[in-house]
């Protein structure tokens, strides 16, 4: 057993600590998903605990006005803010414009890309399932899946295929 070994191997916390981290898959997908896990922790603990949950009548079209664009904003910069940062309406000098722009329109397409959806623009029920889904609901998704990649095989050879279902 690797884990005991490592233990009775250790004489100083910084020997622990590095075989921790040898028990860990070397995997780059899982150090993405650690600095996520990382990521979405810290909204947990310091993001408003009560996001409130989003409601749209219909659709929102790309050009369109609705007064879910500036939520829709908000969580994303909070969520995707590499790709979509704060902006602001040059018009009005604040971020809360109703309306959905070209800026927010490329970051719900990425959004809706990285959740497996089509990345079409419209805001409908499915993105707002995952738009709506809470910070807590995201730690636990992305632990759970970084302890399923915990018990891949290490090595996959030099042809390989990976499904993300």
């Known amino acids: 057993m690797i884990d005991v070994t490592l233990l009775q191997e250790a ?3 910084d020997q622990l600590w590095d075989g921790i981290n ?3 898959p070397a995997d780059e997908q899982y150090t993405r998903l650690q600095k996520a896990l990382d990521h979405y922790r810290l909204l947990e603990n310091t993001a408003p605990r009560s996001f ?3 409601v749209v009548q219909g659709i ?3 050009g369109e006005r609705n007064t879910a664009i500036p939520l829709i904003r908000k969580k994303l910069c909070l ?7 704060m902006m602001f309406d040059s ?3 604040s971020m809360d414009s109703l309306l959905y722009d070209q800026n927010l329109t490329d970051a719900v397409k990425f959004f809706q890309l990285r959740h497996g959806l089509e990345p079409d623009g419209i805001i409908g029920d499915k993105s707002l399932k995952f738009i709506n889904q809470s910070f807590r609901d995201k730690v ?3 632990a759970l899946n970084m302890e ?3 018990w891949l095989s290490e090595g996959y050879g030099e042809n390989y295929i990976m499904i993300n279902v």
């Open 11 to 13: 004489d100083k916390p």
């Open 22 to 24: 040898k028990l860990q």
């Open 52 to 54: 409130p949950n989003i």
């Open 60 to 62: 929102i079209r790309p």
């Open 79 to 85: 969520t995707d803010l590499k790709v979509y940062p």
């Open 91 to 93: 018009t009005t000098g």
């Open 140 to 142: 636990d998704v992305i």
């Open 148 to 150: 399923r990649m915990r």
